[in-house]
């Protein structure tokens, strides 16, 4: 497509588009974005377009699946103000964060069981396969991946009962914190 056929078919079929667009969306931002995405890909994939009396039905179609798509992803991911929902979050003190490094991490690991500590030390700080630990350490793969999760559920409970000591200590909540975490 050339620029002035690209030019021809905004100036014949923006309109249509973006009122389409604004009656899918209801909101004057979201249509514009809509056509604009529409003609985007027609300046893309203009290939596509194998007749040009269906050009309008294509940007139509076009602008239709991303209201949808952007719909779809609307509803997974919804968008919540912080300010509504501040309250649910964990306190957590600035002093407290830093206290919990790579240290408190390794101690932590120290306490689990060899079985499952060095599955753990080989696949995370080593970046060694599956394949690779279970070679090492003469078992099957499934047994890898089964030690790893046990490993990780010590480490967790090691960390959290560490983060609730900690915490007490300093005085702060960690309800939330410790939920995210497991």
Sequence with gaps: MTDEQF?????EHY???FYFALSLAKNETEACDLTQEAFRRLATKDRQIQDASKLKSWLMTTCYREFLREHRHR????????SLVEEALPSVAPEFVNQMDASTLMNALQQIDEVYRVPLVLFYLQGQSY???AALVEVPIGTV?????????QLRKLLSEDLQTDSSAAGVDTRGLLRRTQ
Excluded: C, D
């Excluded at 991946?145 to 559920?153: D, I, N």
């Design 15 to 17: 309109a249509q588009v």
């Design 145 to 153: 991946m089964s030690r790893l999760a046990r490993g990780k559920a």
């Design 75 to 82: 509803v997974r991911f919804p968008h919540i103000e912080i």
């Design 131 to 133: 394949k690779e630990i």
């Design 7 to 11: 030019e021809r078919a905004v100036s």
